[in-house]
């Protein structure tokens, strides 16, 4: 059973940085892309930041430059965020793309809230 925990949110300052963390379980994740997504009120899931098995990175245009994606390991993806904006408040979820030796499909973490406040 695919399970994804993560960890870092909280309330922070404009212009400060946090570090999110994300532990996958439940198989060898190294050949999954494993990601963020983020869901502010009132609005719909966007992806945040996206990382291969590979190392193959992408980003939201809204946070190139200022946030960082990493793996760690084959299970463990990071997000480093800096110079934050208010406008980067949101929920944010890891997630993990199925498939390899996992079931196909999209799995969820159960997310992390993330205030910057003004």
């Known amino acids: 059973q695919v399970q994804l925990v993560e960890s870092g949110g909280g309330l922070v300052q404009t212009g400060g940085s946090l570090r999110l963390s994300c532990a996958a379980s439940?198989?060898?994740?190294?050949?999954?892309?494993m990601g963020w997504y983020r869901q502010a009120p009132g609005k719909q899931r966007e992806l945040v930041a996206s990382i291969t098995g590979a190392g193959t990175t992408n980003y939201a245009d809204s946070v190139k430059g200022r946030f960082t994606i990493s793996r760690d390991s084959a299970n463990t993806v990071r997000l480093q965020m800096n110079s934050l904006k208010p406008e980067d408040t949101a929920v944010y979820y890891c997630?993990?793309?199925?498939?390899?030796?996992?079931?196909?499909?999209?799995?969820w973490g159960q997310g992390t809230q993330v205030t910057v406040s003004s």
């Open positions: 439940g198989s060898n994740f190294r050949l999954n892309t």
């Open positions: 997630n993990l793309k199925g498939g390899w030796l996992i079931q196909a499909g999209d799995y």
